[in-house]
């Protein structure tokens, strides 16, 4: 079998497999005809979805966009807003990024979301895969990207799995051009969804749920029409791909047995659980943190805390009563140049201010 033909059985299983499982997410398939607004919500999705789990975001992303529905309403919005209503979302420095993104395109595109590459990567905050990601789902222009996701599927299902180390053999430039090849190909594929109103009371109908891996038992079944305008192919291409990498072939867990793609896949049933790259007690190449209660809790985490105290906090802490509430071992002497400068790094990062002795959120 030639790559390309490899390539085009891939797809036509993929998509096949998409018909059936493809999920109902809210920042999908939105019937918005501002282009604008419908980017607006693509990147808000996307910048959540970075270090979040889908359904947190699922939730979270509602209640995002009820404060700030508009990419103007977030461009004009404080620190203080964003980070009160990135609560639960964890990685703070997130919501300002968004924010930021959302000012740039206000005061340099004039509210006009900016649709090609070199302007979207010109915007701070929006790197290679969230600039492909925006072209592919809001403005329907077919982009070749690279997330973990995506990584993963065509690592595993052409080259081969990953090493215990969870390292890949081959490089993201490598991966992006086989990305750009099976996309090219994906969209000339006969069985790729036909145009026609995807309804996802017809998608739950056909008997597809979300969790469920491989068609095989459903083959004889015929498939409902997933819907779209010419160019819909980007979208749904990788909107499959992302459906397929966490519902089956999953980081730790790939459904081998169940997978459409076993008779393919030069990874099947090769994936092994990661080891980690660090030896057990080792604390040389750890990010920075430190034994709480004889477990290691990186800096980051206790940034996240710090955040989430003060968001309850309007009129401040002392830097005592911070350490208390997010350490239980807190003890001032030991730990205040520890945490003095987990929160100048907040302060530099504008997610919280003081005033006097007291630290807030920022304004
Ligand atoms: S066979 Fe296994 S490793 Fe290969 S794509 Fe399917 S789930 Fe992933």
Redesign the pocket.
Known sequence: MTKAQHIAAFTEMMWEWYRRHKRVLPWRDLKIKDDTQRAYLVLVSEIMLQQTQVPRVEIMFKKFIRTFPSLEALAHASNRDVILAWRGMGYNSRALRLRDAAKKIVQYFGLQFPQNMEELLSIKGIGPYTAAAVRNFAFNLPTPCLDTNIRR?LH??FIG?ERRDGTWRKNDKYLLKLAGEVLDIALLSPTRPARGAPSPTLLRSSGATEGQAGGGQRRRQRPPPLGGRVGDGGKDWHAALMDFGSL??TKNN???QQ?P??HR?T?????KPHRSKLKAGSSKLREPGREIAGKFVPNRIIRGRIVEELRDAPKGLALNDIGGRVCIDWDAKEHREWLHGILEKLKRDALIRSEGKRLMLAE
Request: glycine residues 0%.
């Open positions: 599927i595993r299902v799995p089956v072939c790939p459904k081998c997978c793609l076993r896949c990874s099947v049933n090769r994936v």
